[in-house]
């Protein structure tokens, strides 16, 4: 397994391997719907609007097994300081690889 860490957007392989692994992930939107989230040829792009972000990326022979997002930011805190906090996010794991090595090695 090969954990890749990205700031920019990925090689066109992986790319097509992380849309492919998003497919079989959907959202509850109230009984009886659903959404998907698409995060489209650049991952780790929704992570960096939030500040300092990166994804880590599970994979071995071209098929992701796990995801990871995160950001480092500022957060404002209500005396007027700021403390910087890390945001994990999209943690995501192909259901052929729970309970395995992929969660810990994210």
Do not use: N
Request: charge should be positive; charged fraction near 25%.
């Amino acid at each position: 397994m090969t954990v890749h860490v990205l700031r920019t957007s990925p090689p066109p392989e992986l790319a097509q391997a992380l849309e492919r692994f998003e497919e079989q992930f959907r959202y509850p939107l109230g009984p009886g719907r659903f959404f998907r989230i698409s995060h489209g040829e650049d991952y780790p792009r929704f992570f960096r609007a939030m500040g300092e972000g990166a994804c880590f990326v599970a994979e071995r022979d071209g098929r992701v097994l796990g995801v990871l997002g995160a950001a480092l930011r500022r957060l404002a805190l209500p005396g007027g300081g700021e403390r910087p906090v890390l945001y994990l996010g999209d943690a995501k794991i192909d259901p052929g690889a729970r309970g395995g090595r992929t969660l810990p090695r994210l």
